[in-house]
């Protein structure tokens, strides 16, 4: 599984929008959407911040070890 894909099932997973997301971490709407579509990736303060909102680790999030 890619990033984006995850990200994308990490956010479903928890009923959040992409706006709650977004203002969460601090990055408009279409920024964050460009996340999901994998047109774009996060810095790693935007990383942690998501890590921490879905109650994961960086690790799981970024898909490493997989």
């Known amino acids: 599984?890619?990033?984006?894909?995850?990200l994308k099932n990490?956010?479903?997973s928890h009923n959040f929008t992409q706006q709650y997301v977004?203002?969460?971490?601090g990055v408009s709407l279409?920024?964050?959407?460009?996340y999901?579509?994998?047109?774009y990736e996060p810095n790693i303060e935007k990383l942690?911040?998501?890590?921490d909102l879905f109650?994961?680790?960086v690790d799981l999030l970024?898909?490493?070890g997989e």
């Open 36 to 39: 999901e579509q994998g047109l």
């Open 10 to 12: 990490e956010r479903k």
């Open 1 to 6: 599984m890619n990033f984006n894909e995850q």
């Open 62 to 64: 970024i898909c490493h």
């Open 22 to 25: 977004a203002n969460e971490i």
């Open 55 to 57: 109650g994961i680790t």
């Open 48 to 51: 942690i911040k998501l890590a």
């Open 30 to 34: 279409r920024a964050y959407q460009q």
